[in-house]
């Protein structure tokens, strides 16, 4: 089977799906691997160094559509909005599509692949289960994101991150607060305390506070009632408006103590919960930072604005980037090539595509197929019941 490596289309994005390392392994398998040409630049992947893994360049993107029966993107339809759409037409009916969809959110993108006839996976929805986590793309992409946040929170902190103790007087550590303990959140409470940074963590699931303290972090236990912490994907569970509402409360006295705030606090294709109000921001000393991961989704912070930087009155700055991962497009493609390595040697062994039914990491990735959306949590999305998933519309 031949695969094909698209160039991303959205805007800012610098990753790739498959690096060179990565032509290697599919060949291995039996694939022939196409390349649009300058796919891998943006991330440090030149079209050279393909070709000396084996790969064929191809200079079209509608050819390579043409072509190959297997494309490999990072952010196709519903996760690519603007400038996906223009690709619908290239594909053809029995082709399969494996990147980021955003199927929960925007599952209108998946729709629209389903009205092509291509079999879709959103690598998203990937079983947080142990066969599955050397698959797992969006844990890769959340440990990237976490380090970003940290780097990108110390560039715009007018203090450094350590205490250092000089002739001219000893300079007192920031302070760090990271809400929400997941792969993003470690990530960040690791890279803090790594540039020196007293570092304190909050989350709803008490079982991450082992985590976080091996990490070096302070946890914050609240007395609150959490419901179901933790669904059983493991990530947290979203709780009521009373909850979130009593947790801002008692949080309150964090954030306004921290010089840096990391929020990661997502729920799958719902709004993110608010956990800094704008009043807990008015509070903070002048300079100090706030970093949303969460933006993409609504937002943690009460002032956040999706990719702009907000800076109040008092100084302080809060940033909302949506793409953090493409901020380390190298080794943020490296992971996510392996990932997508891996998953193909589970839904096409020895290069021949098979798709198992009963393989829950088929089951719970594939989401289009035969001219209808199939994947559950997409239907409900699109109010669809599976009687008439094919009809789907944009």
Known sequence: MQVGVLKESFP?????????????????????????????????????AYLEKGARLVTSRRELFATAEILLQVRAAGANPSAGPADFE????????IAFLDPL???????????????????????????AQAMDALSSMATVAGYSAVLLAASRLPKIFPMLMTAAGTLTPARVLVMGAG????????????????????????????QVESLGARFLELPLEVQGAEDKGGYARAQDETFYQRQRELLSKAVTGSDVVIT??????RKAPVLVTGEMVAAMAAGSVVVDLAAERGGNCELTVADRDVVTDRGVVILGPTNLASAAPY?????????????????????QLQLDAEDDIVRETLVARGGEVVHP??????????????????
């Open 12 to 48: 800012g994005e610098r990753r790739v799906a498959l690096v060179p390392s990565g032509v290697t392994m599919l060949r291995n398998e039996g694939f022939e691997v196409l390349i649009e040409c300058g796919a891998g630049t943006a991330a440090g992947y030149p079209d050279a």
């Open 90 to 97: 290239l594909m053809r009916r029995g082709q399969v599509v």
């Open 105 to 131: 959110s925007s599952p209108q993108g998946v729709a629209a692949l389903a009205r092509q006839g291509v079999a879709a996976f959103a690598i998203e929805l990937m079983p947080r289960t142990t066969r």
């Open 183 to 210: 792969v993003a959140g470690l990530q960040a409470i690791a890279t803090a305390r790594r540039l020196g940074a007293l570092v304190e963590a909050y989350d709803v699931r008490p079982a991450v506070k082992e």
């Open 264 to 269: 990661t606090a997502a729920v799958p294709g």
């Open 331 to 351: 080794h943020a493609s490296q992971m996510y090539s392996r990932n997508l390595v891996n998953f193909l040697q589970v839904v096409a062994k020895g290069g």
């Open 377 to 394: 949590r997409v239907m409900e999305a699109l109010g669809l019941t599976p009687a008439v998933a094919g009809a789907a519309t944009t």
